[in-house]
């Protein structure tokens, strides 16, 4: 029979030292404890005479912490780094299910303990050093200038009276790392004496450990049945479950997620993963579960986008919630992410800036949604980040259609909300051909343009030899109205780049149909052989009749019509002697033209032929006191409200010009329709889809 008797105590230990390697044998040269927070701190002396110790080190260290002076708040007094310093923590916060157990002479005694502390090296001397050294730059920073300084000047003190503390705030306090080192630094250090392991009073207070009381009748706590004994050694820990660490949100444990039921399961990876392919989720769900309920389930939770799943809008952003970056409530964020995914059931690319722009969110909000589905490329945009799935459309096509009629239903819904134009509307040609869109690489587009723009060529060729045979065979082909013929005109696409090197030959040196200024075959606009006149006769032709049809014009869009116009002529036309770009201006100033001096943004991407702006000055029609006046409006801004052009009209012009006059003056004036009209007018630039000048509808912010 073993006798147990119980007593109460504390218990140190050091985690970081090997049972083996004791500090028995050290010096102690002090020992303090706060009671009250269960706080220990011992000092022990470092053998400084040990081989393996490094004296400059420990010469150097306590010069970092106490400097060159000597005095009694140093802390190595000896100049010498000979003590460190242990410090305790807890090492548990419930202590109450430990004891200390001492067995003799068939007894087990058992003390209770009330804290298990753990006493670790403490480094605060070098935080002593650093303030050390920063006093020590403070002082050489501040130390020159302080000697010249004269008496402080007197500074303005603000007084401000504190308000009355609420309850919230003063639990926040309370709760405050400030706080707590306040409390801590409250309680004094009561200071303790050190006995060896071996000392008599050491030896007196491990007497301690055993109970004086010799009879089992006064161990009343201890007459209790075998259960109700296991129950006070052992008593069911709440707090322990409380304490439980809790994993991050986007980790889950597979072996809870199977024992919730299958929707939430769904729900949960959903949520998780926000994209995932019919198969992943059906292994990430475990053997044996009925497809068609998960396809019921899944249904509720996402949408379907290319084949694959994508999380609903509304599990991400629930009601009563709002933006995170921007504050947005989660009602506006939920139709811009489902405008997001309606794009990609349009096309595999997404630019964010359309998104931007249409949904008028913040760009942290738009980058959230499409990081949620797609990958950046450089230079292209945004790709969804998973590949079409041809397997889960062929096999459930019922489920693909069902999701066709609620993408339309959602389409016509923002349709109504964002005022959804026809090219946001309309997928790519490429893509409704097929099931998923083809991807075509940027090298082999410029290749197919260069093939087709070649092809144009040999066809042109072609009609030009055939009308030159035409020509010989007519007697009258000198006076042959060159109007006559007519040129193949092919449509040239936005995105082809225009492939010029088959033109070269047929130019001769000419670059885009005009000599540049340092040309050869051109020197300051004498042209060889006696012809000068003809020439000058021909472009003036041009240039009269080019400005009688467009009253505006820039440099860089009257050398592309005159490239045109060139293209026309038949070979061996005076023309193609080569018209520099000096004479090509001149020619303009002298048909009564004048260079308006449009003042452009400094930072404007335009080249320099885009800023050098022409325009008929008098062409003779009931309208040349209305251009005259836009003209001189553009000559001081580049951008005029459309309120001004119609007031500066009614002052000058001596009449009021409303609305409709406004419309017809400018669509005379620089060839505008009625859809390029807006409340901001912005100065012209050039279009390559039509054949003149085009105010750009830019709204003024």
Not at 261 to 285: G, R, T
């Amino acid at each position: 029979m073993v006798v147990l008797y119980v007593r109460s105590s504390v218990c140190e230990k050091y985690p970081i030292r090997p049972a083996s390697m004791t500090y028995d044998d050290v010096t102690h040269l002090s020992a303090k404890i706060k009671p009250k927070q269960q706080k220990v701190e011992l000092e022990m002396a470092i053998d400084t005479l040990n081989p393996n110790y490094c004296r400059s080190k420990g010469e150097q260290i306590a010069l970092n912490v106490d400097g060159t002076c000597t005095d009694e708040t140093n802390t190595y007094s000896s100049k010498l780094m000979d003590k460190q310093t242990f410090c305790s923590s807890q090492a548990a916060s419930n202590v109450s299910r430990y004891a200390a157990a001492v067995y003799r002479k068939g007894e087990l005694h058992l003390t209770p303990l009330h804290g298990i502390l753990q006493l670790r090296p403490s480094f605060t001397y070098l935080d002593k050093a650093d303030a050390k050294h920063r006093e020590r730059e403070a002082a050489n920073e501040g130390g020159d200038s302080s000697q010249d300084e004269a008496e402080d000047d007197v500074k303005q003190i603000t007084v401000r009276f504190s308000r009355p503390e609420t309850e919230q705030a003063r639990q926040r306090r309370v709760q405050s790392y400030e706080f707590l080192q306040k409390r801590q630094a409250e309680e004094h250090w009561v200071h303790l004496h050190y006995y060896g392991l071996k000392d008599s009073r050491s030896e007196h207070e491990r007497q301690y450990l055993f109970s004086q009381a010799h009879g089992l009748a006064e161990n009343t706590e201890l007459i209790k049945s075998p259960s109700e004994y296991l129950m006070m050694l052992m008593p069911p820990s709440v707090e322990e479950e409380n304490d439980k660490p809790v994993a991050p949100s986007n980790v889950l444990s597979m072996a809870q997620l199977r024992t919730l039921p299958l929707a939430d399961q769904i729900k949960i990876l959903m949520k998780n993963v926000k994209v995932m392919p019919f198969a992943n989720l059906m292994s990430l769900l475990g053997s044996g579960t009925d497809s068609t309920a998960v396809l019921r389930c899944i249904q509720q939770v996402a949408m379907l986008v290319q084949g694959n799943w994508v999380v609903k809008s509304d599990v991400l952003y629930p009601k009563d919630t709002s933006s995170p970056h921007s504050g947005v409530p989660a009602e506006v964020l939920c139709r811009g992410r489902d405008f997001v995914m309606w794009k990609f059931t349009q096309g595999r690319w997404v630019v964010r800036k359309e998104v931007a722009a249409v949904t008028k969110l913040c760009p942290e909000d738009v980058k959230d949604f499409l990081e949620h589905m797609s990958v950046a490329r450089i230079n292209k945009g945004w790709e969804f980040m998973l590949p079409y799935d041809e397997d889960f459309v062929k096999k459930h096509p019922d489920i693909v259609q069902r999701q066709h009629m609620l993408w339309m239903g959602i389409q016509a819904k923002l349709e109504k909300v964002y005022s959804l134009l026809k090219e946001h509307l309309a997928p790519k040609k490429q893509e409704t051909q097929s099931g998923h869109p083809l991807l075509v690489s940027g090298e082999q587009r410029v290749n197919m343009a260069k093939a087709r723009v070649k092809q144009n060529y040999g066809q042109l060729e072609k009609e030009f030899q055939r009308q030159k045979a035409e020509l010989k065979s007519n007697d009258a082909s000198a006076k042959m109205d060159v109007s006559n013929i007519r040129i193949k005109e092919e449509p040239v696409s936005d995105e082809e780049p225009m492939d010029t090197s088959a033109y070269e030959g047929m130019n001769n040196g000419v670059v885009n149909g005009l000599h540049a200024e340092d040309s050869m075959d051109s020197l300051n606009g004498r042209l060889p052989g006696g012809c000068s006149d003809r020439v000058a006769q021909e472009l003036k032709a041009f240039v009269s009749s080019t400005f009688k049809k467009q009253f505006v014009l820039t440099l860089s869009e009257l050398k592309r019509l005159f490239n045109l116009h060139l293209a026309s002529l038949p070979p061996g036309h005076t023309l193609f002697s080569g018209i520099s770009d000096k004479m090509l201006q001149d020619m303009v100033l002298d048909t009564g033209c004048k260079q308006i001096f449009v003042p452009f943004p400094p930072q404007t991407a335009a080249s320099p032929d885009e800023l050098k702006v022409y325009a008929l000055w008098e062409a003779g029609d009931t309208y040349d006191q209305h251009r005259q006046v836009l003209l001189e409006i553009f000559s001081r801004n580049y951008r005029v409200r459309r309120n001004v052009i119609q007031n500066q009209l009614s002052q000058e012009c001596g009449e009021d010009v409303n609305k409709q006059e406004l419309d017809r003056v400018l669509k005379v004036s620089f060839c505008l329709s009625s859809n390029q009209m807006s409340s901001n007018i912005s100065s012209p630039k050039t279009s390559r889809q039509c054949t003149g000048i085009s105010f750009h509808n830019d709204v003024a912010t």
